[in-house]
């Protein structure tokens, strides 16, 4: 794999790690699935919405920035990892063929 | 979102989902046992999804969504796979995040590892054989299945919320019209990362399904 595309593919992988954390500091503005709760509040007002299931846990704001960037950072580990392998592989074939 | 979605339908699109889980354990098992390299192939869908479904961008409508991160596994090990890799993103998520909701579950797996993969599939198939570059195939099947996710979304809202004046069609619209502006840059994002990743697993000699194999010019 080229040096360049290694660099890159870092690079991109911090800045998907400082995207949620720059989300504690600056304010991106609500989520889109909370503003379709306000819409289905607004269409059947009666009923009342709570869960179903309780799972009795709801992490505070900052856990659940903390939460998705250690699910960010193990998708970005099982990817490295699994790129890692495949590079394995590809260069053990492309010696086979010199030799 | 939990608690939004009433009980009759969570369990209507859970049963929905669940003959689709079988067929995605099934689907993964003979990937796995036909090729080691496919669980090379799998652990880069499975992570992809789990990055993007975990980014939450803010869209130029001043308001935040997910990306879903499926359309990269729909294409190297099929959309037959993908409901069980939704179904372990969603459920961490739940369980963990408290995001998106348990018994919401089987109605999230539809719309995101379901539909979206599926469409995005069968359309990219489609764009190939009409003969369209590889990369903007898969830039267009990425935006088109990104979207037909949340358009699902909005459907199964506007079907357990009817609009009291204009009924499902008025509701889902309404829904849609929440969801598609801030998911429409979102998807367009979406589509540049997964052709980009694509593109770099290709010329790293990824596997891909057999039926990608006869058309040469895939990139």
Redesign the interface.
Same mark, same amino acid.
């Given at each position: 794999?080229s040096k360049k595309?290694i660099i890159l &593919?870092i690079a991109?992988g911090i800045i998907?790690i400082l995207?949620?954390i720059s989300?504690m500091y600056i304010d991106?503005?609500?989520?889109?699935?909370?503003?379709?709760?306000v819409?289905?509040e607004q269409?059947?007002p009666k009923a009342e919405?709570?869960?179903?299931?309780n799972?009795g846990?709801?992490?505070t704001d900052k856990q659940?920035t903390l939460?998705?960037v250690g699910?960010?950072l193990?998708?970005?580990?099982?990817?490295g990892?699994? &790129?890692y392998?495949?590079?394995k592989?590809?260069s053990l074939?492309k010696k086979e063929k010199q030799i | 979102?939990?608690?939004?979605l009433p $009980?009759d339908w969570?369990i209507f699109w859970a049963v929905l989902s669940l003959p689709f889980l079988y067929i995605s354990y099934r689907s993964i098992r003979k990937l796995v046992a036909e090729s080691s390299?496919f669980q090379?192939s799998l652990?880069?869908s499975? /992570?992809? $999804?789990?990055?993007l479904?975990?980014?939450?961008?803010?869209s130029v409508?001043?308001?935040?969504?997910h990306l879903t991160g499926t359309t990269l596994g729909t294409v190297l090990i099929g959309p037959a796979s993908m409901p069980i890799i939704g179904f372990v993103v969603l459920l961490?998520?739940?369980?963990?995040? /408290?995001?998106g909701?348990?018994?919401t579950l089987g109605a999230n797996i539809f719309s995101l590892a379901i539909v979206g993969p599926f469409v995005a599939f069968y359309l990219y198939k489609l764009l190939l054989k009409i003969k369209l570059k590889g990369y903007i195939s898969l830039f267009i099947a990425t935006f088109v299945g990104t979207m037909a996710t949340y358009i699902t979304?909005s459907i199964q809202?506007g079907l357990a919320?009817?609009?009291?004046s204009g009924g499902f069609i008025t509701?889902a619209m309404?829904?849609l019209s929440?969801?598609a502006v801030?998911?429409i840059p979102l998807s367009i994002i979406e589509g540049f990362?997964t052709v980009w990743i694509f593109d770099?697993?290709r010329?790293?000699?990824?596997p891909t399904l057999n039926i990608f194999k006869a058309k040469k010019a895939i990139l």
């Open positions: 794999m595309n &593919l991109v998907f995207i949620p989300a991106w503005g609500g989520g889109s699935d909370d503003a379709a709760c819409l289905i269409i059947s919405y709570k869960p179903h299931i799972w846990y709801e992490p659940e939460l998705f699910q960010i193990i998708g970005l580990f099982i990817f990892f699994s &790129l392998k495949l590079n592989i590809n074939k | 979102m939990e608690g939004y $009980v969570s390299k090379i652990g880069l499975a /992570a992809f $999804v789990f990055i479904s975990a980014l939450k961008l803010p409508t001043g308001s935040c969504s961490f998520q739940a369980l963990l995040l /408290a995001h909701g348990i018994s979304t809202l919320y009817p609009d009291p509701a309404k829904f929440i969801f801030t998911q990362i770099i697993l010329k790293q000699g990824i």
